[in-house]
């Protein structure tokens, strides 16, 4: 579906027009523009292992394409990122261990993201938008002598919804959403098959705008989503102590939000909603659950169920077309949402960032403090910080040098989730 658009949307150009780096490719309406990112990056500990953290480095290329047309009475934007790793490093281990190929083990040329929206009839009293999202992501796990020391996700999420605009201040999007999702473990000797299960999540969705004022909005929100595993258990790790299986059992999921946002004076924009959610989850579905501790049950209920986001954004300097501006801002999260090995996991999120711009460098710094709550057959509470600061430099209009890094650490009631991680980068950004 995607590379047909694209190319029904290349095929109805007249012409191409290229201009020179930084000014992208031109074809009627239709704009291209080509980019790539070639660097460098280091982690303290590769495998996210607590008791021993093995450093690594490798170099990392990632092409990526946006193609994009607007016309006056539709849009359409196709834009995609391929990602590739090469380690060229890997620290020794001081345990004793098998002898493998562990620098060979960790690249991975695998990893995606491509996206397709349109929006259609902007000009009526009825549009349509459409958007199709999918990624593939690896994670890092501990599992260091792994043929691929990786968990993986695999994802699409398709979404749809009509525009009703009775009037120019009000926009009505009852519609819908599938998102399909595929988890994978590392793979070994003993486990070569990394499929561990999947699952898809559907339902209507519901949003409503509504700009009372010139800048400022009042924004509601509501959605009913059903979850279905294929698998409702899982074998589980027995020195984990949660019995022979683990149980995912099938449920649904109602949110419902309202809330304002908006630019209230020439710097500041502000956000703040809140709801409430809830979590269904049927014991039933899971058929055979031998020596666990079956808490299949565990809903989202109560108090549990209060959504809230709120966030203020100052900005210092204004953006123009090519470049942001600087800001500041914090905010805050509270949400659930569906685990691939429990239930749910709820969290409140707390973050403050920075982004600044002094001429041609750009620096940036961002906090990240969540507090997750995991819900079902595994119960654990989990602390998670993340600090991340980088400077980016623009050379010219059409490349650029970005420098930082990150630290990630979590901590659980569960010491064999826990580990520290740092990460170092260096990357060049070529677009033309």
């Known amino acids: 579906m995607i590379r047909t658009i694209a190319i029904a949307l290349l095929a109805s150009a007249p012409s191409l027009a290229l201009a020179a780096p930084g000014d992208h490719i031109r074809a009627g309406d239709v704009g291209i523009i080509p980019k790539i990112d070639v660097g460098a990056e280091a982690r303290t500990n590769v495998y996210r292992d607590e008791s021993v953290a093995i450093p690594a480095a490798n170099f990392r290329v990632a092409p990526?394409?946006?193609?994009?047309?607007?016309?006056?009475?539709?849009?359409?934007?196709?834009?995609?990122?391929?990602?590739?790793?090469?380690?060229?490093?890997?620290?020794?281990?001081?345990?004793?261990?098998?002898?493998?190929?562990?620098?060979?083990?960790?690249?991975?040329?695998?990893?995606?993201?491509?996206?397709?929206?349109?929006?259609?009839?902007?000009?009526?009293?009825?549009?349509?938008?459409?958007?199709?999202?999918?990624?593939?992501?690896?994670?890092?796990?501990?599992a260091e002598y792994a043929n691929v020391p990786y968990?993986?996700?695999?994802?699409?999420?398709?979404?749809?919804?009509?525009?009703?605009?009775?009037?120019?201040?009000?926009?009505i999007l009852p519609g819908g959403s599938w998102k399909w999702d595929s988890f994978r473990v590392p793979a070994s000797d003993d486990r070569p098959d990394r499929e561990l299960n999947e699952r898809n999540t559907y339902g209507p969705t519901l949003a409503v705008r509504w700009a009372f004022l010139p800048r400022t909005a009042f924004v509601a929100d509501a959605s009913w989503a059903r979850v279905d595993w294929t698998h409702n258990t899982l074998d589980a790790v027995p020195s984990q102590a949660y019995g022979d299986n683990l149980a995912l059992p099938d449920g649904s999921q109602t949110k419902a939000t309202v809330g304002l946002e908006g630019r209230f004076t020439e710097k500041l924009f502000a956000q703040v909603d809140a709801g409430y959610g809830i979590a269904l989850y049927n014991a039933d579905t899971v058929t055979a659950v031998d020596g666990g501790t079956l808490a299949a049950d565990d809903d989202v209920q109560g108090v549990d169920g209060l959504l809230r986001t709120g966030q203020l954004r100052?900005?210092?300097?204004?953006?123009?077309?090519?470049?942001?501006?600087?800001?500041?801002?914090?905010?805050?999260?509270?949400?659930?949402?569906?685990?691939?090995?429990?239930?749910?996991?709820?969290?409140?999120?707390?973050?403050a960032d920075f982004q600044g711009r002094l001429g041609d460098v750009a620096p940036s710094l961002r906090y990240e403090l969540r507090f997750e709550d995991y819900g079902g057959e595994v119960q654990r509470k989990d602390i998670v910080n993340r600090v991340s600061a980088d400077i980016k430099v623009a050379a010219s209009d059409w490349a650029s040098i970005t420098g930082g890094g990150w630290w990630q650490q979590r901590a659980s009631e569960d010491p064999v989730v826990e580990y520290d991680d740092v990460n170092f980068h260096l990357m060049a950004t070529f677009t033309y």
């Open 64 to 142: 990526g394409l946006l193609v994009a047309s607007s016309g006056e009475d539709h849009e359409f934007r196709l834009d995609g990122q391929w990602v590739l790793r090469k380690y060229f490093f890997v620290g020794a281990d001081p345990r004793p261990a098998p002898d493998v190929g562990r620098v060979i083990n960790l690249d991975r040329y695998d990893e995606y993201n491509l996206g397709l929206g349109t929006n259609l009839f902007r000009k009526s009293v009825i549009g349509l938008r459409l958007s199709d999202d999918s990624a593939l992501q690896n994670f890092r796990a501990d």
């Open 151 to 171: 968990s993986s996700q695999l994802r699409n999420h398709l979404a749809g919804a009509l525009r009703i605009s009775p009037g120019e201040a009000l926009q």
């Open 314 to 351: 100052y900005s210092i300097t204004p953006s123009d077309e090519r470049r942001r501006g600087s800001s500041i801002a914090a905010g805050y999260v509270r949400d659930f949402r569906s685990s691939f090995f429990t239930n749910y996991v709820r969290f409140d999120q707390v973050f």
